[in-house]
C-alpha cells in the first residue's frame, strides 16, 4: 500500500489525496456512512465521492458494512465504515519515570502492548529496549498486515533534563537526553518511518484524531500526568509553535504553592507543574506520611478520600483556573479536555472544581467553556505517539508534520 505525502506530483493529484483524506475523516466521525453522507459532509458531488470510494476500498481502507433499510425510498444505501486492518501504527510514549510501546490499527484499537515502570535509563539503552519492544509488537501482525504499517511515532516531554527541582527528581539521571535526537536515532535503527512530537501535542492528535475531535475542531487539552502537559487544537489542527511547546502550560508561571511539601521557587514565581502534576500529589502524599511507589499507590490513595488528596486538589486548582483563564483568553476555543495518567475519581473532581474556578473568574462579556473527559487516561501518551504516523498519512490537515524526517521515506515494503 503507498500512502500519500504532501506536495508530491501535480495540483490535482495533491487535491485528489485531500479529498480522499476529508471522506475518511468523515467516516470517522459518523461511520457507518452511505456515499451520500459522505458527499454531504465532504461537499463533494456524487460522482467525485464514488471515485473516491472505490480507490480506498481497493486500498483496504475501507469496508461495506450492509444496507440502511429504515427511512429512505428507493434502494436501500450501502453503509461503509473505515477497515480497522487498512492501516497501522505503533507509539513509543517516553516520560521520565515510565515507558510504553503500543500497536494500534486504523479503528485506534490498541492490539498489544510493552511496558516498563523505570526511571528512564540513557538514550542509547532505551534505544534497545524499545527496538525490542517494536520487533516483539510485530509478531502479533502476519505479514501483509506489516506492508499496512504507517510508521512508529515517538511522544516524549521536551527539554527531558529540565524542571529536575520541579519535579523531585535527579538531573543526573536525564542530562543526556537534552543531547539526543532519540526519534532520528530509532529511525536510523529500524525500516520504518519515524515521527516525533511533544507527548502533550500528540496526546492532543490522538483526541483529534480518534476522541473528541470527531466532534470539536477548536479546544485546549489539558493531561495531568507526572508533569502537566498540554496541547491546542485549532481548525482541527494541532498548534506547535516555532519549538513544538505551544500548548505547553506545565511552564506557565503561577505563585508559589502553599502546602508545607511544596520546595520553595528560587524567585517570587513558580511554574504549573511544580503544583499542578502527579509528582506534586506524590511529593504530598509522601510528606504526609504515606508510601506511593507505583501508579497504583497512587490510585489507592485517592480512592481512599485521603485529606491529602484533597489538599493537594485545591492547590493544584488555585494554581490551574487562573493559568487556564489565561489561554482561554488568548485561543477563545469553547472546550477544554481534561484528562490524566490516574483516575478512582480524580479526574471528575478535578473538573468540578476547575469548572466551578473557571466560572468564577471570568472577565466581563466572557463565557466560560465545556469541560469534557478526554477519551484515553493513561493510554493518551502512547495513542498519541501511534496516532502520529496515522494523523500524517491520514488526516486532511497535515500541517503540524510538514517537518517530520519521515516524509520522504517510503512505507509501502516496510518490514522486519
Not at 17 to 39: C, G, I
Not at 300 to 325: G, Q
Not at 363 to 385: I, K, M, Q
Request: proline content about 6%; overall charge negative.
Amino acid at each position: 500500500m503507498r500512502h500519500p505525502h504532501v506536495g508530491r506530483g501535480s495540483n490535482s493529484a495533491n487535491v485528489r489525496r485531500y479529498n480522499e483524506r476529508l471522506l475518511l475523516q468523515a467516516l470517522r466521525r459518523t461511520q457507518p456512512a452511505s456515499k451520500a453522507d459522505l458527499a454531504r459532509q465532504a461537499n463533494l458531488t456524487s460522482t467525485a465521492v464514488g471515485s473516491i470510494i472505490a480507490s480506498l476500498g481497493e486500498a483496504g481502507l475501507i469496508e461495506f458494512t450492509g444496507k440502511r433499510l429504515e427511512g429512505q425510498r428507493g434502494q436501500p444505501a450501502s453503509l461503509i465504515q473505515l477497515a480497522p486492518h487498512g492501516a497501522f501504527g505503533i507509539g513509543v510514549r517516553l516520560d521520565r519515570m515510565s515507558t510504553e510501546t503500543v500497536l494500534v490499527n486504523f479503528a485506534g484499537e490498541v492490539l498489544a502492548r510493552s511496558s516498563h515502570d523505570m526511571v528512564l535509563p540513557h538514550p542509547s539503552k532505551m534505544l534497545e529496549i524499545v527496538c525490542a519492544d517494536i520487533e516483539a509488537l510485530l509478531q502479533h501482525l502476519t505479514a501483509s498486515e506489516r506492508e499496512r504499517l504507517a510508521g512508529v511515532g515517538v511522544a516524549q516531554p521536551f527539554n527531558l533534563g529540565s524542571w529536575m527541582r520541579e519535579l523531585g527528581l535527579s538531573a543526573q539521571s536525564f542530562s543526556a537526553w537534552d543531547d539526543v535526537d532519540f526519534a532520528s536515532e530509532l529511525g536510523a535503527m529500524i525500516p520504518l518511518p519515524v515521527f516525533s512530537e511533544n507527548d502533550g501535542n500528540a496526546a492532543a492528535i490522538a483526541e483529534l484524531f480518534y476522541g473528541c475531535g470527531r466532534q470539536a475542531d477548536d479546544f485546549i487539552y489539558l493531561f495531568i500526568g507526572p508533569a502537566i502537559g498540554g496541547g491546542i487544537a485549532i481548525d482541527g489542527d494541532c498548534l506547535r509553535g516555532v519549538s513544538g511547546n505551544a500548548g505547553d502550560i506545565g511552564v506557565m508561571p503561577v505563585p508559589s504553592s502553599r502546602l508545607p511539601s511544596a520546595p520553595q521557587p528560587a524567585g517570587e514565581w513558580d511554574i504549573l507543574l511544580a503544583r499542578a502534576s502527579l509528582n506534586a500529589l506524590t511529593r504530598h502524599l509522601r510528606y504526609c506520611g504515606e508510601t506511593v511507589e507505583t501508579r497504583a499507590d497512587l490510585e489507592a490513595c485517592i480512592a481512599r478520600k485521603l485529606p491529602a488528596v484533597d489538599e493537594w486538589i485545591d492547590d493544584c486548582i488555585d494554581a490551574l483556573a487562573p493559568a487556564l483563564r489565561s489561554m482561554l483568553c488568548v485561543l477563545d476555543v469553547p472546550v477544554v479536555v481534561v484528562d490524566s495518567d490516574v483516575d478512582a475519581g480524580l479526574i471528575d473532581t478535578i473538573m468540578q472544581r476547575l469548572s466551578t474556578a473557571v466560572a468564577l473568574g471570568a472577565p466581563e462579556a466572557r463565557g466560560t467553556p465545556e469541560l469534557v473527559r478526554g477519551s484515553f487516561g493513561p493510554d493518551a501518551g502512547a495513542l498519541g505517539a501511534a496516532s502520529l504516523p496515522m494523523f500524517f498519512n491520514f488526516s486532511p490537515r497535515t500541517g503540524i508534520l510538514k517537518g517530520a524526517s519521515a516524509e520522504s521515506k517510503e512505507v509501502s515494503h516496510a518490514t522486519f
